[in-house]
DNA sequence: CTTGTTATGGAATGTCGTTCCATAGTTGGA
DNA sequence: TCCAACTATGGAACGACATTCCATAACAAG
């Protein structure tokens, strides 16, 4: 009656519940229906099982998710290919990031709300290794990696709760962005003149081009601080 | 039978239910028990009421979250006093929210999953104010200011999913931060040689301290790309 | 006092995550 | 081949929760 630890992983049974599939099948049903559509209701009926089943391979919903951000994450971030320059891999990283949080928006609000799992810190050691390829004083490369990891999953989880409310609303994601414009082109000029006068640009703007001008911001303040 | 619009606020009846009497308690139970202590449960019995009176108020637990949210935001940026330069009055706004962050976690969270919430309004609002003063050119004041929103929501979730964590273990905050460091510290040199190395560090690191310096670098970074 | 509106509080409803448990499948030994 | 012992299953049962429903209390105006 011990659960499943880490026991040997063969099958004993033809047609056999593994973990895996059950990660699997949740990753599709979050990529389908977000974050709220994955119940155990629906997990069990996709996988024509019962819930009691799916609680023999898995500890509880939290494990669940944490597992199947990390099954996203964790092939994703090993093939990133290596840069000319470590600027350019840290750039490239975080493009390749936003990427898979745009595809994958729940995995934005779950990494955050787990905060130890692995995936953060294999992230963490990447965006590391480059720093200190980058010659940043050691002093200071535990914050500059923190600072770019931050935000990173800022930006990812703003992505996430921007896709859920308009999966709500059952909007586009194009059309929730500009209903967002349109508010805040109404604000008092008096009040908001930045929001206000920004407003357009949330139509025509890239999310990703935003980003990535964020990396540079935060890249060229860190290098600025280290040759002074 | 038309719920509570915009009418005139003036209570018919002594001992009134107010919305602001409702926002409070949730304010209180929020800071006490973190995010999951907030229950009608709990709401209705501390105001000795029924369930069903609060929603003659409120729409839904978002909406409660959302004015809870804003209930501590609002006055706390409005008292944030001008400082000599931009750039300090950008750090100081990001100290300032940083302790209120501190002091109420679940604002964290709770700020990321309402992105249309005017609480974030006001804080772009005034981010832009200070970058406009700064002289960013104008096709990246809007980069430049979302850069600086997005990472303090970014640490904002972090530390409000660390206290959560923390809660659920009964564990001190710093408590927590010691076993993580104990188990980055575990971690194999060769796989993972910049988290095992800055491990030691997540014991004696002030946070705050951490975050300053991350909004250092994204200033200085946003400086740099405008004399350029 | 009467009537209509505003507001209340608690019961009822439906959806979750999680636990329980009877039982089926599988394996290794007698 | 049969028999335990372990592994795994599926669905019922439970408790917590947000939300809705509704009878009725409190109030204002006439």
Redesign the interface.
Known sequence: MMKREQRETQSRRKNALTREAIIETSIAILDRDGEKGLTFQALSSRLETGAGAIYWHINDKDDLLAAACDAVLHPAIATIVDHESPAHAIRGLASSLFDLLDDHPWIG?TL?????QIAM?RL??H???H??AVGVHQN????????L???????G??NA??A??AREQALERSHFLDE?AS??SQ?SAD?????QS?AE?MRT?DDRD?FL??I???????I??GIR
């Open positions: 609000s955050t709300r787990f905060p130890t810190i963490l050691e965006l590391g290794g720093i200190r200071q490369e535990w914050a500059a990696a923190s600072t990891l931050m935000y990173m999953l800022g930006v989880s703003q709760a921007n859920q409310l967002v508010a805040w604000l009040q908001y003149p930045f929001v920004n640009r703007h935003d001008t964020g540079d911001f935060i890249l060229k303040g860190i600025a601080a």
